[in-house]
């Protein structure tokens, strides 16, 4: 086996696209590209094909692999990027053949995740997507010490190191994720506060690089990072914002979201998608200026079901109508009146007075009062009424029920009539 070098940056990299026939596995290359260059890798040579379904043994086909071997070897590279996600005996036998480092787009994409991550929670996320990551691949770095090989001075009752690091692996993998039991549990104990402060979330959700952090920063004055780069923000950032006549909501910019994200990043990073699904409002942000918006709203909403927040009130603001010659600033709205499109600029900050005033009219619609009949003797559900909103007026009717009328958020009272059966 070859020696792997360590990892830095400019490292000149192939990277390797193939189309199948399933559209579902089709990947945008020019997106891979700005992966690759997002991780400091260095494109120096693109190996395209095309296949109706993946070779079990190089995952490209014998041919198109011996194609990357001669390109590997004319320019010289450090890594190979392959565009979709290899099975650990793929990668594995890729590296025989090709003598340098292979990469999957998995491994990409956590590998960028490692170096953006800068809080002590995201840093812990990635290093539990890694390492969940590795475990499945352990195998290229241990075949030497295997057991099965036996041999004189090789054979003995202990364990393998491969046995060894697994073990390892898992018991830090045990210890991270106890470490996200704590982050969660502080994250909630920061939302059931804020519930009881009667201040309701706002999460921008969307593709990478759509532009959310800029918005953010528009939105709230702040200077959360922000470029035009795949995965510029990793952790979350909270902020209070003010709306007109309709009181402070909570702001919460979250991770850019990307089609095939991998499954064990979405898992690590549970508590910080926390903040989405619990949100009582997501702003959807959509690149307007890509050709592929149509596509990456559909991947968002795939990830949005994944996590369990599909079900969440969303708004959609198209960005970058700078970029769009005869598009202006607008507001679109359905057939009930409410608003479900806002078109701006978070960089030029055209149209993020119409976002505010649609944020502050949902605001204020989405609180309802009404008067609901409880049984006198259900004193646990009067109990919930008086948590969950704003009591305005107690009374007994004439045949010993209690008549609340209540101030409370729409989606509070239509899961209270569900569970308890509420009636007007």
Not at 43 to 56: I, N
Not at 95 to 124: K, M, N, P, W, Y
Not at 351 to 375: K, M
Request: proline share 3%; glycine share 8%; with cysteine.
């Amino acid at each position: 086996m070859f020696e792997r070098p360590s990892k830095g940056d400019g490292e000149r990299a192939v990277l390797v696209h193939v189309d199948f026939s399933d559209q579902e596995d089709r990947e945008d290359l020019e997106e891979f590209r700005e992966l690759a260059m997002s991780a400091g890798a260095e494109p120096v040579a693109v190996v395209t094909g095309s296949r109706k379904r993946p070779d079990p043994r190089y995952f490209l086909g014998s041919g198109k692999a011996e194609e990357v071997r001669q390109c590997v070897q004319s320019v010289d590279a450090d890594v190979v990027l392959v565009d979709h996600a290899l099975a650990p005996s793929q990668e594995r036998n890729l590296e025989r053949l090709l003598q340098c480092r292979v990469l999957d787009r998995t491994g990409l994409i956590l590998d960028i995740f490692a170096q953006r991550a800068s809080t002590h929670e995201g840093r812990v996320q990635v290093e539990l997507a890694q390492l969940r990551h590795i475990s499945t691949r352990l195998v290229r770095g241990w075949t030497h010490l295997e057991r099965q090989k036996g041999g004189i001075g090789l054979r003995g009752p202990g364990e393998t190191q491969l046995e060894t690091d697994r073990r390892l692996l898992g018991d830090r993998i045990k210890q991270l994720n106890k470490r996200l039991e704590r982050v969660s549990n502080q994250r909630g104990q920061g939302r059931r506060a804020r519930a009881r402060a009667e201040i309701s979330t706002v999460s921008l959700v969307g593709y990478t690089n759509a532009g959310k952090s800029t918005l953010f920063n528009r939105l709230t004055e702040s200077k959360v990072y922000a470029a035009d780069q795949l995965f510029a923000t990793l952790d979350p950032t909270l902020r209070r914002l003010e709306l007109p006549d309709a009181g402070p909501v909570i702001l919460a910019d979250t991770v850019g979201f990307i089609r095939h994200l991998p499954h064990d990043l979405v898992a690590a990073f549970r508590s910080t998608l926390e903040e989405t699904r619990e949100a009582g409002l997501l702003l959807h942000i959509i690149d307007a200026a890509n050709e592929n918006y149509r596509a990456n709203i559909e991947q968002v909403n795939a990830v949005l079901k994944e996590i369990g927040a599909d079900k969440v009130a969303q708004i959609e603001v198209f960005n970058k109508v700078d970029l769009l010659p005869g598009q202006g600033p607008r507001v679109e709205r359905d057939e009930h009146g409410r608003v479900v499109r806002v078109w701006l600029s978070a960089a030029s900050g055209e149209g993020v007075d119409l976002l505010l005033a649609a944020l502050a009219e949902y605001q204020r619609t989405d609180v309802v009062t009404e008067c609901l009949r409880i049984p006198a003797s259900d004193g646990r559900l009067r109990a919930r009424l008086f948590a969950l909103g704003k009591v305005l007026h107690e009374r007994v009717d004439g045949s010993g029920d209690l008549l609340l009328e209540v101030q409370l958020e729409r989606k509070d009272l239509e899961n209270l009539r569900k569970s308890e059966g509420l009636t007007a």
